[in-house]
């Protein structure tokens, strides 16, 4: 899921999909079963700035058939000193039309300096506080430019302030109950789905189709560590 603060660049990928990617327009990609793309902002001659957000599919769904979708049309999210869009799920009772697999919730907000604003949760979520631009109070802690505060779950709303303005994305999901491997361009259940995964990368498999041609030059996948890898064990989280 690709989100743009401000700048240009152009999605390409094997489904044929050729997208322009502006801010204010989602980009949602969904490997599945396995996607090549890439995403070239060097003819824009702007640089570009905003955030890429991977989403592990639920086991049961990770072999999707891959799948790309451009939204610009988002609802909008209007409070007395706060402005934004909801880019996936509902918040506040703004809900975006972007597809998601399992329940999530994501905007970007922008407030005015002075602003404080109280935003109703889902209760069973946990959520993240990503600041983009400005300082922001996030409940009772003050977060500053590419700093993430995690809120962990058990709340029905947070509240934001700014004395001098910010801008941040807000992030929300049911906590993700399977452990994951993650290792380069790869989301797997297992150090075999990895070392399987490269193997596919590294001979071409078809799941990996070309984005143009097989004579495409395509990144080439590092070499796998000398330990196994292991998932991600899932802490204990405040509440």
């Known amino acids: 899921m690709t989100w743009l603060v401000e700048g240009e660049s152009l999605h390409t990928d094997s489904l044929g999909s050729e997208q322009p990617i502006r801010p204010g327009e989602l980009n949602l990609m969904t490997a ?3 996607v090549v793309h890439a995403e070239d902002g060097r003819d824009w001659g ?3 700035h905003g955030v890429q957000l991977w989403v592990a599919l639920p086991d049961a769904m990770r072999e999707l058939d891959p799948a ?3 939204f610009a049309d988002l609802p909008d999210l209007m409070r007395p000193g706060l402005r ?3 880019l996936i799920g509902e918040i506040d009772g703004s809900r975006s039309p972007t597809i998601g697999y399992s329940p999530l919730c994501g905007a970007d907000l922008s407030l005015d300096a002075g602003a404080e604003v109280v935003l109703a949760v889902e209760e069973g979520f946990e959520y993240g506080v990503l600041v983009v631009a400005g300082a922001v109070v996030v409940e009772s802690t003050t977060v500053g430019v590419d700093q993430l505060l995690y809120l962990g779950v058990n709340r029905n709303n947070i509240r934001l302030s700014s004395e001098q303005g910010g801008r941040v994305i807000m992030l929300g999901g049911q906590p993700f109950a399977e452990d994951i491997v993650m290792w380069w ?9 990895i070392v399987d995964f490269r193997s596919a990368w590294e001979r071409r498999d ?3 189709q070309p984005v143009v041609s097989r004579s495409e030059k395509v990144m080439e996948a590092p070499p796998m560590p000398t330990v196994r890898l292991k998932a991600r064990p899932r802490r204990s989280r405040p509440e």
Not at 185 to 193: A, E, K, L, P
């Open 32 to 34: 599945g079963h396995g």
């Open 185 to 193: 361009n790869f989301i797997g259940r297992s150090h075999q789905d």
């Open 206 to 208: 078809a799941r990996f």
């Open 46 to 48: 702007t640089a570009a």
């Open 84 to 86: 934004g869009k909801v």
């Open 68 to 70: 790309f979708e451009s």
